[in-house]
T-cell receptor, first 111, second 116 residues
Framework: SQKIEQNSEALNIQEGKTATLTCNYT??????LQWYRQDPGRGPVFLLL?????KEKRKERLKVTFDTTLKQSLFHITASQPADSATYLC??????????FGSGTRLLVRP | GAGVSQSPSNKVTEKGKDVELRCDPI?????LYWYRQSLGQGLEFLIY????????KSGLPSDRFSAERTGGSVSTLTIQRTQQEDSAVYLC??????????????FGEGSWLTVV
């Protein structure tokens, strides 16, 4: 089956450090991957999209990489702040063009 | 409207009752999605509408669940004979289109359903 997997364990880091979250996929080659942020009690909010022919995409303190050899996307937040604490979701589009989400990784940035 | 609008925002219902959840997508968006999220869990795909095509219902968990989209805009998710395991947040989302172009999906704030 076509799976998209994120680390279910929460990531706990100190303010100012770089947070790195992982998204792995198996058994297919997605045209692109998307990353979303979800705060408690809210709907997910789109952050970044990276296409299969792009190695890296940046937006302010956010950086996403896409390694088609490793079948992996990494999501980085540099100079992390307590306000970055949230759940981050990775998503891929399946063969029938609907978006399928990973289970998300919760990030906690300690002041 | 400016964003995806869902109603009701909270619903408490008795086991066995039917519920209807409404989604008003962003104007002009042809793709509409319903997802379910149980407490502390990821998003579970339910159903997807794209333009005038037949909806992708592959995620509906049982025949108690159904959804329709009238006039290519507003959608209603109906859960018949609700069970306690149906308690979750039901999230609606819309996008300009689908396919390989990578359209961004915009989510509503969800309808919180509690079955007692």
């Amino acid at each position: 089956s076509q799976k998209i997997e994120q680390n279910s364990e929460a990531l706990n880091i100190q303010e100012g450090k770089t947070a790195t979250l992982t998204c792995n996929y198996t058994n297919y080659s997605p045209a692109y991957l998307q990353w979303y942020r979800q705060d408690p009690g809210r709907g997910p909010v789109f952050l970044l999209l990276i296409r299969e022919n792009e190695k890296e995409k940046r937006k302010e303190r956010l950086k996403v990489t896409f390694d088609t050899t490793l079948k992996q996307s990494l999501f980085h937040i540099t100079a992390s702040q307590p306000a970055d604490s949230a759940t981050y979701l990775c998503a891929r589009m399946d063969s029938s063009y609907k978006l399928i989400f990973g289970s998300g990784t919760r990030l906690l940035v300690r002041p | 409207g400016a964003g995806v609008s869902q109603s009701p925002s909270n619903k408490v219902t008795e086991k066995g009752k039917d519920v209807e959840l409404r989604c008003d997508p962003i104007s002009g968006h042809t793709a509409l999605y319903w997802y379910r999220q149980s407490l502390g869990q990821g998003l579970e795909f339910l159903i997807y509408f794209q333009g005038n095509s037949a909806p992708d219902k592959s995620g509906l968990p049982s025949d108690r669940f159904s959804a329709e989209r009238t006039g290519g805009s507003v959608s209603t998710l109906t859960i018949q004979r609700t069970q306690q395991e149906d308690s979750a947040v039901y999230l609606c989302a819309s996008s300009l289109g689908a396919g390989r172009s990578g359209n961004t999906i915009y989510f509503g704030e969800g309808s919180w359903l509690t079955v007692v």
